[in-house]
C-alpha cells in the first residue's frame, strides 16, 4: 500500500515571497503518478500540477513547481510570487495504473498569503 | 475542460429518509468515477470507485448498502445515501477520470456536496 506524508500541517508565507511545501511518499511501484491539489475555502479541489514518475524534467504550470526527487521519494511544490488567492489546503496525492488511478491522499498543509 | 458537476450541492433532510447526489463529467467521458467523504478539516477518504457499466468497488468500511453507488453513463454517476443518519452528515465528493482524455490517470473533482441530516 502507498503511504503520503506531509510533514507541514500549517504554513504562512508573505505576499509576492516563495514558499514549499513539504511531501514524501512510500511505493513499491515504478509507474506512477504525483500530483499537488489545492482546495479552497469553497472546497473545490483543483489540480494544480501533475508528474509522471518516469519523467526526469520537474513540472511547472506558471507560478508553480515541483522537485521530484524519485530516489528520495520526495515531491515538493514550489509557489513563487505568493498571491491572496493561493491560500488554500494543498493535497499531495500519489496515483497509479495498478490501482486504477485511485488516489492516496496526504493530509494535507494549510497555506496562508499573508498580505 | 475536465469540467465535473456535483448536484446539490448542499441538501438537509430528515433522519431515515434517502438522498441523491449526481456528478456529472461535462466535457468528457468518464469510464471512472471515485466518491470521496471529507470531514472538516481532514483529507478525502474515498468510499468507492465505480465503472461505468459495472458495479462500485467499495472500500473497506463503507456500508455498501448504505451509500449506493450507480454508474449508468460515461457522464453521470449518482450516489444515494439510504436511509439517512446524522452521523451520514458530511461533505461527499465526486471525482472523474477519463479515457480517450487527455490525461487518463488525473482526477477531477466536483464542487462537493454538503449533506446535513437532522
Known amino acids: 500500500a502507498q503511504t503520503v506524508t506531509q510533514s507541514q500541517p500549517e504554513m504562512s508565507v508573505q505576499e509576492a515571497e516563495t514558499v514549499t511545501l513539504s511531501c514524501t511518499y512510500d511505493t513499491s511501484e515504478s509507474n506512477y503518478y504525483l500530483f499537488w491539489y489545492k482546495q479552497p475555502p469553497s472546497r473545490q479541489m483543483i489540480l494544480v500540477i501533475r508528474?509522471?514518475?518516469?519523467?526526469?524534467q520537474n513540472a511547472t504550470e506558471n507560478r508553480f513547481s515541483v522537485n521530484f526527487q524519485k530516489a528520495a521519494k520526495s515531491f515538493s511544490l514550489k509557489i513563487s510570487d505568493s498571491q491572496l488567492g493561493d491560500t488554500a489546503m494543498y493535497f499531495c496525492?500519489?496515483?497509479?495504473?495498478?490501482?486504477?488511478?485511485?488516489?492516496?491522499f496526504g493530509k494535507g498543509t494549510k497555506l496562508s498569503v499573508i498580505p | 475542460g475536465a469540467v465535473v458537476s456535483q448536484h446539490p450541492s448542499r441538501v438537509i433532510c430528515k433522519s431515515g429518509t434517502s438522498v441523491k447526489i449526481e456528478c456529472r463529467s461535462l466535457d468528457f467521458q468518464a469510464t471512472t468515477m471515485f466518491w470521496y467523504r471529507q470531514f472538516p478539516k481532514q483529507s478525502l477518504m474515498l468510499m468507492a470507485t465505480s465503472n461505468e457499466g459495472s458495479k462500485a468497488t467499495y472500500e473497506q468500511g463503507v456500508e455498501k448498502d448504505k451509500f449506493l453507488i450507480n454508474h449508468a453513463s460515461l457522464t453521470l454517476s449518482t450516489l444515494t445515501v439510504t436511509s439517512a443518519h446524522p452521523e451520514d452528515s458530511s461533505f461527499y465528493i465526486c471525482s472523474a477520470g477519463g479515457v480517450g482524455f487527455q490525461y487518463q490517470e488525473t482526477q477531477y473533482f466536483g464542487p462537493g456536496t454538503r449533506l446535513l441530516v437532522l
Open positions: 508528474q509522471e514518475a518516469y519523467k526526469q
Open positions: 496525492a500519489f496515483g497509479s495504473g495498478a490501482g486504477s488511478y485511485q488516489l492516496t
